[in-house]
T-cell receptor, first 116, second 111 residues
Framework: EAEVAQSPRYKITEKSQAVAFWCDPISGHATLYWYRQILGQGPELLVQFQDESVVDDSQLPKDRFSAERLKGVDSTLKIQPAELGDSAMYLC??????????????FGPGTRLLVL | GDSVTQMEGPVTLSEEAFLTINCTYTATGYPSLFWYVQYPGEGLQLLLKATKADDKGSNKGFEATYRKETTSFHLEKGSVQVSDSAVYFCALSGGNNDMRFGAGTRLTVKP
């Protein structure tokens, strides 16, 4: 069964350092999502891509966060500089292209970030 | 905007007990509704879904029915096992694929 791949699984960094997370969606899935999940809460959307284009980045803290999906396949999420409050699980998900939305999203295992 | 409210946990049950986790939603239009499960240290796995009113989603003994009249999608299982211990998230997805999650309910099943 096809899965969403993420790396690394765990990352420990010091505040003010740069970190990057990678995601490879299920083959053929046009839509890719990055979520942040704070411990004890549900995931919150950071950015949504349709192919290589950003569809929604309204909740992305653009002063320190950036995301790209240059060829419309895999994606990278970067934080620079990291702050203590960025400690969380970062989840990537993908869904097939479909008209009208309401699609199932398939999640990767996540990257757990700890900022010291 | 669209939102999901699910019962607060944690929920602790004995093995073979009946499980209900309540979920209600607020949405414009006709969203799809989902239950995801998250095991410790892992990502979210789709448990079941329903795409229109009166649909029943089911998987691994879990069921939930899309009730438009009560805007609810409660999760039920007749006999829980220790292996069902996890965090359960109710979610909805509207016309722009913007998925909104509840806060999650932690279930612990004791032998």
């Amino acid at each position: 069964e096809a899965e969403v791949a993420q790396s690394p699984r765990y990352k420990i960094t010091e505040k003010s350092q740069a970190v990057a997370f990678w995601c490879d969606p299920i083959s053929g899935h046009a839509t890719l999502y990055w979520y942040r999940q704070i411990l004890g809460q549900g995931p919150e959307l950071l950015v949504q891509f349709q192919d290589e284009s950003v569809v929604d980045d309204s909740q992305l803290p653009k002063d320190r966060f950036s995301a790209e999906r240059l060829k419309g396949v895999d994606s990278t999420l970067k934080i620079q500089p990291a702050e203590l409050g960025d400690s969380a699980m970062y989840l990537c998900a993908s869904s097939p292209r479909g008209g009208g939305g309401r699609e199932t999203q398939y999640f990767g295992p996540g990257t757990r970030l700890l900022v010291l | 905007g669209d939102s999901v409210t699910q019962m607060e946990g944690p929920v602790t049950l004995s093995e073979e007990a009946f499980l209900t986790i309540n979920c209600t939603y607020t949405a414009t239009g006709y969203p799809s509704l989902f239950w995801y499960v998250q095991y410790p240290g892992e990502g979210l796995q789709l448990l079941l879904k329903a795409t229109k009113a009166d649909d029943k989603g089911s998987n691994k003994g879990f069921e939930a029915t899309y009730r438009k009249e009560t805007t609810s999608f409660h999760l039920e299982k007749g006999s829980v096992q220790v292996s069902d211990s996890a965090v359960y998230f109710c979610a909805l997805s509207g016309g722009n694929n913007d998925m909104r999650f509840g806060a999650g309910t932690r279930l612990t099943v004791k032998p």
